[in-house]
DNA sequence: TAAAGTAGTTTATTTTATAAACCAAATTTT
DNA sequence: AAAATTTGGTTTATAAAATAAACTACTTTA
């Protein structure tokens, strides 16, 4: 009937952020805090999560002198994604 | 951007008492845990946080002397539910 | 050089989700 | 008919999550 949602993903912010993600090639620490308006602090915890799962990589680096965080979706987190989706549409679809 | 995912509704089992209930007239407490696969617990715990929240009616009474726990969507829990799904969609729309 | 801003991380707190334990009545087994 | 099991739940305890607040380190501006 119903399938299992993906606990991973099934959170806001970090379904906001793989939402961004899937969308693009890659993105910063900034540029998601401001797509998805979410504290710092929150983002980063959530982002490390997401890391820690495979389904996004993390590079950080610095530009100058000041940390440049940059994140790309994996394969397995596109994977991932998609079968949340289509989890999900058991629960909305009419 | 991003709508806001109403938190009440962002759960796996309350989202899926909801669908079931949005779907058919009234439903028992039997009826939705075979549904949901949920424990009796977690259904409980579940059905009383959407009855608080205006999302549901939870009627009890006694079929003979078993207690018997009907449920139903209620017409601010029907928008809920439709404004969750919307929300959804601006994660998910590709 | 002091104040304010940027880019984050770490830690502490609150909220949630969930299971386990429990209760009362009904049904089944011996 | 007593004992054991099942049914229909609720309450309570615990684990996991989400989030904000406090902090670090560096940079820019006044």
Chains 1, 2 share one sequence.
Do not use: W
């Amino acid at each position: 009937m119903f399938k299992e949602l993906n606990p991973l993903l099934h959170s806001e912010l970090r379904l906001a952020v793989m939402s961004v993600l899937i969308g693009v090639e890659s993105a910063d620490f900034v540029f998601l805090r401001q797509q998805t308006g979410a504290t710092a602090g929150n983002l980063s915890v959530q982002l490390d999560k997401l890391a820690k799962a495979g389904y996004i990589d993390i590079e950080k680096s610095f530009r100058g002198r000041m940390p440049c965080t940059v994140c790309r979706i994996t394969d397995a987190g596109r994977d991932a994604f998609e079968e949340y989706v289509e989890a999900l549409q058991t629960y909305i679809k009419r």
